[in-house]
């Protein structure tokens, strides 16, 4: 369970940010924030629980007592709400704590409330409202959790907990297709090795992707149009000996020091160097985030010997910056083995 609690804590740690930062700045309500924080972790510990192939014991699933110190600080965090009915964070760390002791339903009253006094517009408070829901359901996404997955990927595509969520929704509903390019996107911004082998053990059971999938993998995720760079791909002499039959051939674009998924990418064999390949819009893996002319990116080519797309130690790898101009041609060459 220790590893699912890591990839809880890495997952949940912008949620934490975002609902604990009001309450630190306030001194007698850090307790409060410190105690919310890990509450947060321990909620989604259980989701992640509940979706992996790993054999839970019982006795791991069984919800330990609630400890007087947590009891007394979710009610007082209750006391607070009630003076102040219209403290959207304190409803957002309630139902966090709701759903860390097992109060399922009053975990959905409590994001409910804080979706209502969003508007509509917090993206913790759809995700949580969709986590307290699939929890309440034993770990089966039920139609209305999926829409709040869904509607939490149009709030913010690139968000990891909206990708993650987005996947096993669009996979619950029979969108392989949909569920694999929401976590190949999640994969591709270099989270945790455990999450990276949940992400990669859940995509193989999703089995090969469709045809049109396979003919244009992102096509429908990135505007049609705009920018294109022609890249004659290369090797260098040096390198070539390290080739030994076909691998997976990544080619992508991605902005410096930014992190997320890159603005365009394709995945192709080794057979591919020596040729030309062309990345534009229609490669882009996540809407909203595309070519545009003047950008400065790395072109990167990587050949990678287990066919994923994070980096691993003995991939072939070439770079170069470009500044994206709407038509395009540079040459990329593979000149590095990667540490």
């Known amino acids: 369970m220790t590893s699912f609690l890591i990839i809880a804590a890495v997952m949940t740690a912008v949620a934490v940010a975002l609902v604990a930062t009001p309450l630190l700045k306030s ?66 760390m309630l139902g966090r704590s709701y759903i860390a002791v097992g109060r399922l339903d009053d975990a959905i009253m409590a994001f409910d409330r804080a979706l209502t006094l969003s ?64 976590w190949e996107a999640l994969i591709a911004m270099h989270p945790p090795a455990p999450v990276v082998r949940l992400l990669q053990a859940k995509i193989a059971q999703l089995g090969p992707p469709s045809p ?8 429908a995720a990135g505007p049609a149009g705009g920018p294109t760079v022609s890249i004659d791909l290369a090797i260098a002499p040096a390198l070539r000996a390290h080739l030994h039959g076909p691998a997976a051939l990544y080619v992508f674009a991605a902005q410096p020091g930014v992190p997320g998924p890159p603005l365009a990418v394709k995945r192709l064999t080794t057979a591919a160097i020596g040729t030309r390949v062309e990345l ?32 691993a130690a003995g991939d072939l790898v070439g770079e170069r910056t470009y500044e994206v101009e709407p038509k395009g041609r540079v040459k990329l060459v593979i000149d590095r083995i990667e540490p």
């Open 27 to 92: 001194g007698r309500n850090r307790l409060i924030a410190a105690l919310v924080a890990v509450l947060m972790v321990g909620a989604a510990a259980g989701l992640y629980a509940t979706w992996s192939n790993w054999n839970w014991s019982p006795a791991k699933q069984a919800r330990t007592p609630v400890s007087p110190e947590v009891a007394a600080m979710i009610a007082k965090l209750e006391a607070h709400l009630r003076h102040d009915p219209g403290d959207l964070s304190g409803w957002l």
């Open 119 to 182: 508007r509509g517009k917090s993206l913790e408070a759809t995700i949580g409202y969709g986590e307290a829901l699939s929890l309440q359901a034993g770990g089966v996404i039920t139609p209305q959790a999926a829409q709040l997955f869904e509607q939490a990927v149009t709030m913010a595509p690139t968000d990891p907990q909206a990708l993650l969520y987005g996947g096993f929704a669009a996979a619950v509903r029979g969108d392989s297709d949909l569920a694999r390019s929401r």
């Open 212 to 219: 049109a999938a396979s003919a244009a993998p992102a096509a």
């Open 280 to 311: 534009s819009n229609a490669d882009s893996m996540v809407a909203g985030r595309s070519l545009a002319i003047g950008q400065r990116v790395v072109l990167t080519a990587r050949v990678s010997f287990d066919g994923q797309p994070t980096g």
